[in-house]
């Protein structure tokens, strides 16, 4: 089983387990793709897709957030805790085992496009927060791991920051190739 990654300065982990974020974009890493064929780079770049379709794939999260959240309920009560308050995984998510993950994702389409080929209706499903309490105006932005929060007027100029704080300054505007991510929470 694979893992993946949310950002959770952003709160995108969260939004994951709360259901509101059901979609992903992850940048096309041009180095996995070994033959592109005139006229089929979106079907040679899906063969490089990292994750398929009906593929169960484990939320990453910290052994600590993990026992903190599940105490004796989560998979690391049941082996040896000592090992695992110890290990890198303990305070990093980048460092654990899968199949000790609680939370796990179905990966129900995939499909692949230019990053500012997203819909506004997209951009909500990546997680976006909608703020309604701001007037006749609706709000749309992220909340922040420290309660903090960023809303722009519209789905794609809060998606194009978030993006770029993501993934890196720029990236909205170099418009990439990027693996488009359709998934349900699994029970």
Same mark, same amino acid.
């Given at each position: ?30 180095n ?24 169960v ?5 910290? !052994?600590? /957030?993990?026992? /903190?959240?599940?105490?004796i309920?989560?998979?690391?009560? !049941? ?30 389409k ?12 997209d951009?909500?499903? /990546? ?5 309604? /309490? %701001?007037?006749?105006?609706?709000? !749309?932005? $992220?909340?922040?791991?420290?309660? %903090? ?17 993501v993934?890196?300054?720029?990236? $909205?505007k170099?418009?990439? $190739?990027?693996?488009? !991510?359709?998934?349900e929470?699994?029970?």
């Amino acid at each position: 089983m694979q893992k993946i990654m949310f950002n959770d300065r952003f709160g995108l982990t969260k939004a994951v387990l709360e259901g509101r974020k059901t979609m992903t974009r992850r940048l096309v890493n041009l180095n996995r793709v070994s033959t592109l064929i005139p006229g089929r780079v979106k079907e040679c770049y899906l063969d490089c897709s990292p994750f398929k379709v009906g593929e169960v794939v484990a939320v990453a999260q910290s !052994y600590k /957030e993990i026992r /903190e959240k599940y105490g004796i309920r989560s998979p690391i009560e !049941y082996i040896n805790r000592d090992r695992y308050e110890k290990s890198a995984g303990w305070n990093n998510k980048m460092f654990v085992r899968a199949s000790l993950m609680p939370n796990k994702i179905r990966i129900t389409k995939v499909r692949i496009e230019r990053l500012q080929d997203i819909s506004d209706e997209d951009c909500i499903r /990546e997680g976006l927060a909608v703020d309604k /309490e %701001s007037g006749s105006l609706s709000l !749309y932005g $992220w909340e922040r791991a420290d309660k %903090s929060g960023e809303f722009f007027a519209t789905p794609q100029l809060a998606f194009a920051a978030l993006i770029d704080k993501v993934s890196g300054k720029g990236v $909205w505007k170099s418009n990439p $190739w990027v693996f488009v !991510y359709e998934f349900e929470l699994v029970k």
